[in-house]
C-alpha cells in the first residue's frame, strides 16, 4: 500500500483524476469503480473539467458504483443513483447503458449480488476502483466486522455510518437503516484502487489502515494486501500516521 501526502484536495483531484483519465485513454472500454461522498467530489470536477476541455471522451467506459442504500427510490436525492448523475454521469458522455449500480431495492438480494459480479466480470474486471473511507474505517459500506466480506450483500449501517451521513437526510430517522455493497472481495479484485480522504476527522481511520494490523474491524487494512493501492491523503488526514 502506497500512502501520497498531498497539501490540497485539488492537488488530490488533479493527481486521482489523472489516473482515471489516463486508464480511459489507454483503453476507452475499461471498467472504472466508482465511489459516492464529499471525498471524490473534488477529483470528479477535475474530469468534468478535461472533459470539457475535449482532453478525453467516456463514451465507453464502463462504471461500477460501490454501494447504494435500501429503501430509497433512485430519484431521490440522497440516492447514489442520483449523486454520480449529479456530480459526474450527468455532465460528461458516458453511455447510460455503461452505467452499472446495485439495485438497494433488490427482492433477492443474494441474487443481485450474483449479478453484479457476472456483470463485473463480463466488463473485464474493475481496472480502477476509487475509494473513500469511513471515521470508523469502513470501506464502501463494509462496516467494522468479524470477517471480511466477498461477494457484494446487504448490510446494516452502523451508528457511526448513520452519524456521519445523517446531515444529508435532514435527521437520522429519515435515513435509510440498510444498504447494499460491494464486498471487501469484490473490491480487493479491482487491479487498481485509489482511496481518496482528507481532513483531521479521518486520521484515526487512516493510522488505523496503514500502521495497524489486517483486520476486519478496519476494513480498510485489507489494502495493505493489494498489490497496487494507493491513499491519497492531506496532511491533516495523515496527522496520525507513524
Ligand atoms: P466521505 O465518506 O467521502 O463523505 O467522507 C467516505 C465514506 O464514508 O466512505
Known amino acids: 500500500m502506497k500512502v501520497m501526502i498531498y497539501k490540497t484536495a485539488e492537488e488530490i483531484a488533479e493527481a486521482v483524476g489523472r489516473i482515471i483519465i489516463k486508464r480511459v485513454a489507454d483503453e476507452p472500454t475499461s ?7 464529499a471525498s471524490p467530489v473534488p477529483t470528479y470536477e477535475y474530469i468534468v473539467n478535461e472533459f470539457n476541455k475535449g482532453n478525453i471522451s467516456f463514451k ?3 462504471t461500477f458504483n460501490l454501494d447504494e442504500y435500501c429503501d430509497l427510490p433512485v430519484e431521490d436525492i440522497n440516492s447514489y443513483h442520483y449523486f454520480m448523475n449529479e456530480n459526474l454521469f450527468g455532465k460528461i458522455d ?3 447503458e455503461n452505467i452499472n ?3 438497494g431495492n433488490a427482492e433477492d438480494y443474494d441474487k443481485e449480488s450474483q449479478r453484479y459480479a457476472e456483470a463485473i466480470k463480463n ?3 474493475i481496472k480502477v476502483q476509487i475509494l473513500g473511507i469511513g471515521t470508523n474505517g469502513h470501506i464502501g459500506f463494509n462496516e467494522p466486522a468479524d470477517e471480511f466480506t466477498d461477494e457484494a450483500f446487504k448490510v446494516k449501517l452502523t451508528q457511526s455510518t448513520r452519524d456521519s451521513n445523517a446531515k444529508y437526510f435532514g435527521g ?3 435515513m435509510p ?3 447494499m455493497t460491494m464486498g471487501i472481495g469484490s473490491i480487493m479484485r479491482a487491479k487498481e484502487i485509489v482511496l481518496i480522504a482528507t481532513g483531521e476527522a479521518k486520521a484515526k481511520a487512516i493510522a488505523a489502515a496503514v ?3 489486517v483486520t476486519p474491524q478496519c476494513p480498510a487494512s485489507v489494502l495493505q494486501n493489494h498489490p497496487n493501492a494507493t491513499l491519497f491523503i492531506d496532511e491533516a488526514a495523515a496527522s496520525l500516521l507513524k
Open 60 to 62: 465507453d467506459m464502463k
Open 211 to 213: 500502521n495497524g494490523e
Open 101 to 103: 449500480f446495485l439495485d
Open 94 to 96: 458516458v453511455n447510460p
Open 177 to 179: 437503516k440498510y444498504a
Open 31 to 37: 471498467a472504472i469503480g466508482f465511489a459516492t461522498g
Open 123 to 125: 466488463a473485464g474486471g
Open 172 to 174: 437520522e430517522e429519515k
